[in-house]
């Protein structure tokens, strides 16, 4: 099935080398001076066989012969000058080569990133972490590869056999003719053999390699569950059967550039019996001198290293090509939710809420979400969403924060439509502390300065103290400088909430979006969090998505979701007294399994 699919993608080289030479396109001068300075030196190279064929001439005609010497002595100068020359030359392009290639690395793994961080929220659910990183560093590398062939072997290799084949052309026509003739078929073959016989399997053994990546990051981001499963052995089995597969893609892929070597240097073994054959030929027939056979062997030798690399070339050509191919095609995604033209910043003051005539599908699904939703939410008001799983509870946040585009209807804010704002200014205006609270792996002073990266210290602080965070934060090693481990997993259910809620006081924004914030947590950080979150609600437009009833018991209004519509809302006092009502079921559900705990315990 792998095959299959990689067989219905376009040709990888159509694809990756135009945007390669884009990228060239932005460094004209640095493009320019790169490829100037290597055929320069080739081209200097290319006439080192003429004086050699000369001097060999002058040494033949004897010592004592002051026109020899002379002739001897100029076919001399000219090597070295030309040496000089090329080595000049050459050092010229290498010196520009190296930050003009950096400088793209640099750019493509830039826009790279940029995209992936843009791209939507089912994307991300979708893909391995490890296997995008993966595509991203192989691919910018593999550029690295690609420029060195193009512009340090394949360009100066075509000047060097098309130089050739004149310069003995015009000696010797029938040389000319044998040398462009065999030639020919070497690049032909090799182009072959690599396009329609190597690139295949070499596709799908970087889909395997990516395989590997994303199998690696998988089992390491979740060793805690590993671990507490004891199922170190059974991850180990999982990644050898991924490993296995690999190793028998890539081998066929080695093995393939094996024999295409051994067809190589069949044709050059032929091309080097025709041009020395036909070289003796001639001086037998007296049609060339010593010095004139010494040319032709000199250039010989030199069109068969050349032609010998090209082989190399044009393999490490394809390699590169396929190795960026992914990359390029994170070029090609599009970004799931992009600015619309004209998008300017929105302006929150007060944070009301509306929802107009909402029509909402997710990609694939035929029946819509909502259909015709219609709410308002008031400028500070603070709303519980309550229902059963796959209700639109969390779909109706992630709208808010504009993660989604509606299908049809809008959502606006004091006014505004959101989908015409600008989404870094949006998502500006908006808190959000998440079910299971996401942070990086750096220190807690950086996690919690998050939303607002410029915070003094004594506003770090603050945000901590306020999400009564900051004496369980003064206990640790280091404090604030603490490193937290991969999304935090150092601390605490309870901590991790603690900084996520300390993040949002610091951000104070208008807008705040609590994602069942006491969820999984123990009684003591459940008090701690309900304090810290009635704080943060003051004056704030607050959305709090609620399974736990008792976290929405003291809200302005609560809006019962069921399969995408608002079917009940109110207080909570009123509604737990609503005869037949989902939201009392539910109450009287959790109060039910409540008592059984407690006496259970």
């Known amino acids: 099935m792998t095959a299959s699919l990689h067989n219905k993608r376009p040709s990888a080289i159509r694809v990756v080398l135009p945007f390669v030479f884009r990228h060239w396109l932005h460094q004209p001068l640095a493009a320019a001076t790169v490829a100037g300075g290597l055929l320069g030196a080739t081209v200097a190279d290319l006439f080192m066989p003429v004086f050699s064929g000369h001097l060999v001439d002058a040494m033949t005609s004897g010592a004592a012969d002051p026109a020899a010497r002379r002739a001897a002595l100029v076919a001399f100068g000219a090597i070295v000058a030309l040496g000089l020359l090329s080595m000049i030359l050459r050092l010229i392009g290498l010196q520009a080569i190296v930050p003009f290639t950096l400088r793209i690395m640099s750019d ?346 410029g915070a003094s210290m004594a506003a770090i602080e603050q945000a901590a103290r306020l999400a009564n965070a900051h004496d369980f934060i003064l206990r640790l090693p280091k404090g604030y400088g603490t490193l937290v481990g991969e999304r935090g997993v150092k601390l605490s259910g309870g901590e991790r909430q603690r900084v996520a809620l300390a993040r949002a006081f610091l951000a104070d924004a208008p807008v705040l979006i609590l994602d069942e914030a006491t969820s999984s947590l123990d009684s003591e950080s459940e008090a701690l969090i309900q304090q810290a979150m009635e704080r943060l609600m003051k004056g704030r437009t607050s959305i709090v998505i609620a399974h736990r009833l008792s976290t929405v018991r003291s809200l302005d209004r609560i809006l019962v979701f069921d399969r995408g519509q608002i079917v009940e809302q109110g207080v909570h006092a009123a509604l737990a007294n609503r005869p037949g009502g989902i939201y009392r079921g539910l109450f009287e559900r959790q109060a039910t399994e409540f008592d059984r705990i407690s006496a259970a315990g």
């Open 108 to 453: 493509v793994a830039r826009d790279a990133f940029m995209r992936v961080q843009r791209f939507s929220t089912d994307w991300h659910a979708n893909s391995f972490a490890g296997s995008t990183v993966r595509k991203i560093t192989r691919g910018m590398w593999a550029l690295d590869l690609l420029n060195d062939t193009i512009l340090m072997a394949l360009l100066p290799s075509l000047v060097v056999l098309l130089g050739s084949m004149i310069l003995l052309g015009l000696h010797w026509t029938s040389l000319g003719l044998v040398i462009a003739v065999g030639a020919l078929a070497y690049v032909s073959m090799t182009v072959l053999f690599s396009t329609r016989y190597i690139a295949p399997a070499a596709r799908i053994s970087n889909a395997w390699d990516t395989r590997v990546g994303g199998t690696l990051a998988d089992a390491l981001t979740c060793n805690a569950v590993v671990k507490s499963f004891g199922a170190e052995a059974r991850e180990d089995a999982r990644l050898a059967r991924v490993i296995s597969r690999w190793r028998t893609r890539v081998r066929r892929t080695w093995l393939r550039y094996n024999y295409t070597s051994t067809a190589q240097l069949s044709v050059l073994l032929c091309l080097r019996a025709s041009v020395i054959g036909g070289a003796l030929l001639l001086w037998v027939a007296g049609r060339a001198s010593p010095g004139e056979v010494t040319y032709v062997l000199t250039s010989y030798y030199i069109i068969h290293a050349y032609l010998r690399d090209v082989g190399m070339h044009i393999n490490n050509l394809q390699r590169s090509v396929n190795d960026m191919d992914e990359l390029v095609a994170i070029h090609d995604v599009a970004i799931g939710v992009a600015d619309a033209t004209g998008a300017v910043p929105i302006i929150v003051h007060g944070g009301r809420i509306v929802f107009e005539d909402v029509t909402f599908h997710y990609g694939g699904h035929i029946a819509p979400l909502y259909d015709g939703l219609s709410v308002d939410i008031r400028a500070g008001e603070r709303v519980g969403l309550v229902g059963r799983s796959g209700s639109g509870k969390t779909t109706f946040v992630k709208l808010v924060q504009r993660l989604y585009d509606v299908s049809g209807g809008r959502i606006l804010i004091d006014g505004q439509d959101i989908a015409l704002a600008t989404q870094h200014s949006l998502r500006s205006q908006i808190a959000i502390v998440q079910q299971d609270p996401i942070l990086f792996h750096r220190s807690l002073a950086e996690n919690i300065a998050y939303g607002r990266p």
